[in-house]
């Protein structure tokens, strides 16, 4: 499901969900994958690592800021021996380099990292023949409110702007 996701490819189901588990049904049935894989952009991703039974998969999404894309990473296990394989990266190695940061969520366990910037290093645990996918959300830069944030089907939420009033340098 995550790699179909990052390709932006269709979905054939040959199954009826009447009847499927449940669990392969919440698979099926994840809102936050199918919107990577329905993003407005429509760019399809690629491998950008391979080594060892271990893939990197890439695909730029939206929101964008200036010139950089969000992303949805997916870090694939096609290794059988056993045991989850450790799997620890930059945001700057995947090619996530907005000096702003990311907002980093695991779209499978519903984990939200908050903002990375592209120095720090992630560890993501994967299971033999399994999948771990991330959505890395490029965010704006509020020192300077006159270069806009652009963004499509998904609304910016910062939980500041409920505490804090944030002005415009302008309205004074």
């Given at each position: 499901?995550?790699?179909?996701?990052?390709?932006?490819?269709?979905?054939?189901?040959?199954?009826?969900?009447?009847?499927?588990?449940?669990?392969?049904?919440?698979?099926?049935?994840?809102?936050?994958?199918?919107?990577?894989?329905?993003?407005?952009?429509?760019?399809?991703?690629?491998?950008?690592?391979?080594?060892?039974?271990?893939?990197?998969?890439?695909?730029?999404?939206?929101?964008?800021?200036?010139?950089?894309?969000?992303?949805?990473?997916a870090f694939v296990n096609k290794r059988t021996?056993?045991?989850?394989?450790?799997?620890?990266?930059?945001?700057?190695?995947?090619?996530?380099?907005?000096?702003?940061?990311?907002?980093?969520?695991?779209?499978?366990?519903?984990?939200?990292?908050?903002?990375?910037?592209?120095?720090?290093?992630?560890?993501?645990?994967?299971?033999?023949?399994?999948?771990?996918?991330?959505?890395?959300?490029?965010?704006?830069?509020?020192?300077?409110?006159?270069?806009?944030?652009?963004?499509?089907?998904?609304?910016?939420?910062?939980?500041?702007?409920?505490?804090?009033?944030?002005?415009?340098?302008?309205?004074?």
């Amino acid at each position: 499901m995550a790699i179909w996701a990052i390709l932006a490819a269709p979905l054939l189901m040959s199954v009826d969900l009447r009847t499927i588990r449940p669990e392969y049904k919440a698979i099926l049935q994840n809102k936050k994958i199918i919107a990577v894989d329905q993003d407005p952009l429509g760019i399809q991703g690629r491998r950008i690592y391979k080594h060892k039974g271990i893939e990197i998969w890439s695909r730029p999404i939206t929101p964008l800021y200036q010139n950089y894309f969000s992303y949805a990473i997916a870090f694939v296990n096609k290794r059988t021996d056993g045991t989850p394989s450790d799997v620890a990266v930059t945001l700057k190695e995947l090619g996530l380099t907005s000096p702003t940061g990311y907002q980093v969520e695991d779209l499978y366990e519903d984990v939200n990292y908050g903002v990375l910037s592209p120095q720090t290093k992630i560890k993501v645990k994967v299971n033999p023949s399994g999948v771990v996918i991330l959505r890395a959300d490029v965010q704006p830069d509020f020192s300077n409110r006159r270069i806009p944030f652009y963004t499509t089907q998904r609304t910016v939420y910062n939980p500041l702007d409920q505490v804090f009033r944030v002005r415009n340098t302008n309205e004074f």
